[in-house]
């Protein structure tokens, strides 16, 4: 399988969580990171957690990782139209000189 | 406060051209990033820098090559162009410390004819 995957699309009504799960297969992982992509701009870093971390919060985002499934998730809390993007999930691998292997990335549709 | 700067938003060129792709950082980073992010493929790694004069190949270098002189900048350079290198291309740099954020450009969509 891919190194790093996350599913496609996911769809939320306004107001409700969002939850985005990534997995990826090398333990070696040492930095986790969480990026959001919207229309017609670049990338921008929401938030990272380290390796040896199981949650990280920052207002309305919540990072949880579980090293021993090699899963990652990023929950929105109360979802609005303004987080309607494409998220990635990216993660920096020891075993390959820290280089940093992004998913395909997330399309969050947020309904009204 | 721009950080990341790729020399053009757009570009059009034929195939067979020779086309540079340039990127500066002002953030005195170490690691330099070239991608292509392509629709259902997400991101992907072309090459990489992680000091003057060095890089490393990434996921798919064929029919790319860079070239770091300076610290600050990063070219990507397409040697003949192809119909499919049409991409948008994004540059990245990034402290040597692995924690701290990695910063984007604006990308730079090429199409080739």
């Known amino acids: 399988g891919e190194d790093v995957e996350q599913s496609l699309f996911l769809s939320v009504r306004e107001g409700d969580s969002s939850v985005i799960n990534c997995t990826y297969t090398?333990?070696?992982?040492?930095?986790l990171y969480w990026y959001k992509q919207e229309p017609g701009a670049g990338l921008q870093l929401l938030t990272y957690?380290?390796?040896?971390?199981d949650m990280k919060q920052d207002q309305r985002l919540t990072v949880l990782l579980n090293k021993k499934d090699k899963h990652l998730s990023l929950r929105i809390a109360d979802t609005q139209t303004g987080d309607s993007a494409i998220y990635f999930c990216?993660?920096?691998?020891?075993?390959?000189?820290?280089?940093?292997?992004f998913g395909k990335g997330t399309r969050l549709h947020i309904l009204p | 406060d721009v950080k990341v700067t790729q020399s053009s938003r757009y570009l059009v060129k034929r195939t067979g051209e020779k086309v540079f792709l340039e990127c500066v950082q002002d953030m005195d980073h170490e690691n330099m990033f070239w991608y292509r992010q392509d629709p259902g493929l997400g991101l992907r790694l072309i090459y990489f820098?992680?000091?003057?004069?060095?890089?490393e190949k990434g996921d798919i270098p064929e029919g790319y090559s860079v070239s770091r002189e300076k610290k600050e900048r990063f070219s990507l350079i397409l040697e003949s162009a192809s119909t499919n290198q049409t991409s948008m291309y994004l540059c990245a740099s990034l402290s040597g410390q692995g924690g701290d954020e990695q910063f984007f450009g604006p990308g730079t969509r090429l199409t080739v004819l």
């Open positions: 990216a993660v920096a691998f020891m075993n390959r000189d820290d280089k940093i292997i």
């Open positions: 957690i380290f390796s040896n971390m």
């Open positions: 820098s992680y000091d003057v004069k060095m890089k």
């Open positions: 090398d333990s070696s992982s040492t930095y």
